[in-house]
């Protein structure tokens, strides 16, 4: 990361107390966003139920039926 002072003359303490608040917004913001939230199981995933646990005799017939 380069930073320019484009306009001015800034004194050594000015830029550096410039560069702490540039540096504290960067790291309060990386800290919002948080950890990333954890992957489902597959096997554990709510599409994966179905209505009917146990299928009867006619189960083969609403094997494709929409959920």
């Known amino acids: 990361m380069t930073i320019k002072v484009v306009r001015g003359n800034p004194t050594a303490e000015e830029l550096a107390a410039a ?21 489902l ?11 009917n646990p146990w299928p009867g005799r006619d189960a083969w ?3 494709y039926w929409p959920r």
């Open 19 to 39: 560069l702490v608040v540039l540096h504290a917004r960067a790291a309060s913001a990386a800290a919002a966003v948080g950890p990333a939230p954890e992957a």
């Open 41 to 51: 199981d597959v096997w554990a995933a709510r599409s994966r139920t179905t209505a």
């Open 61 to 63: 017939r609403t094997t």
